[in-house]
Structures are given as C-alpha cells and as structure tokens.
C-alpha cells in the first residue's frame, strides 16, 4: 500500500475511534446529568421543606430577622427549582414529578416563579401580619399545595 494511503487509512481509523468515545462519553454524560438533575431538585425541595418549618417556628415566636434571612433563601432556592426540569428528567430516578409539568411548562413555571415572589412578599407582611399562621399559609404553604395537587405525584 501507498504510504499516503496507509497515513489516510490509519487517520480515519483514529477519528472513527475517537468519534465513537466521544458519542459513548456524551451518551453516559446526559444520563447521569439526568440523575443528577432528578437528586438535586429532590434534595432542594426537601430542603425547602426544613427552611418552611423553621420559618414557620421562628415568625411564631415573633422572631422575625432570622425568618426572613430563611424567607429570602427560600425565594432563591424556588428560582433555581425552574431550571431544574429540562425535557430528559421526565422519567426513572424515582421522581415523583408528573408529565403533565412538559405539557403545561408555562404553567408550571409561573407557579415556581409565584412561589419564589410570594416569599418575598411574605418578607414585608410578617412582621406587621395579625395573624401570623395565617399569613404564612396565605404566602408559603399554599403555594406548596397548588403545584403538588397538579404536578407532583400522589405519595
Ligand atoms: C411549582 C411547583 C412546586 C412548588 C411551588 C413546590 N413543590 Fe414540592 N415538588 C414539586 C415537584 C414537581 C416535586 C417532585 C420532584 C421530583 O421528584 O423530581 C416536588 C417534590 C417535593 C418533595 C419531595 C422531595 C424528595 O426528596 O423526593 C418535598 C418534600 C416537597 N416537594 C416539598 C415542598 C414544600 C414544603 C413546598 C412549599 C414550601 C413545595 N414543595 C413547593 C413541585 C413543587
């Protein structure tokens, strides 16, 4: 064989081989993005979750600079939650969101971004409030209950 030829042959060769790594890597790159995605707006709901009740506890006890530091974080956390639900983690994982958030996306957006606003609403209430338990529901829980009835799956 030509020197030439034998050069070209073996060049293909190499890109062939370093294409095929490349799909390989991206391959198991987008699934384990994928469970990544899936744990971590998990664990960010669930954090959420712990934030709310110490929120809850600490406005009750009319302790409201440390309430709002959590109220604020919350706020962020909900923000970041939006982009935590791209097209490839509908299924597996164990997640327990349902289709209908990538039917609805706009949907279900805006209530993630009502949730985060409301929390920073609930900043300027609180302190002022008559009723604190009702405030807190008005502002934070209730916003945990419309998005689960719809988006989350029974559990
Ligand atoms: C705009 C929608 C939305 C809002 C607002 C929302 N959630 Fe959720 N939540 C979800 C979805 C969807 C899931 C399922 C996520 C998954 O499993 O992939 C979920 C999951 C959870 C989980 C389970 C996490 C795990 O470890 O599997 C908890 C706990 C939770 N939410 C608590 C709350 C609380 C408390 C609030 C309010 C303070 C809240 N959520 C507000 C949509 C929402």
Redesign the pocket.
């Known amino acids: 064989m030509h020197p030439l030829v034998k050069h070209i042959n073996s060049s293909f060769k190499i890109i062939l081989l370093s294409t095929i790594i490349i799909l390989i890597g991206f391959n198991s790159n987008a699934e384990m993005t994928a469970e990544e995605i899936?744990k971590s707006?998990?664990?960010l709901?669930?954090k959420?979750?712990r934030t709310?009740k110490k929120v809850q506890s600490l406005a009750s006890n009319l302790d409201f600079e440390e309430a709002t530091v959590l109220m604020k974080e919350?706020s962020e956390n909900?923000k970041v939650l939006i982009d935590l639900f791209p097209e490839n983690t509908q299924e597996g994982f164990d997640?327990?969101?349902l289709l209908t958030?990538w039917d609805e996306k706009d949907e279900?957006n805006a209530?993630?971004q009502k949730?985060s606003d409301d929390m920073t609403k609930l900043v300027s209430v609180i302190e002022d409030a008559d009723d604190i338990r009702g405030t807190l529901t008005k502002f934070?829980?209730s916003?945990?209950k419309a998005?689960?009835n719809r988006?989350?799956e029974e559990h």
């Open positions: 899936i707006r998990q664990a709901f669930s959420n979750y709310a919350m909900y997640t327990g969101a958030i279900f209530l993630m949730a934070m829980w916003n945990c998005c689960h988006y989350r």
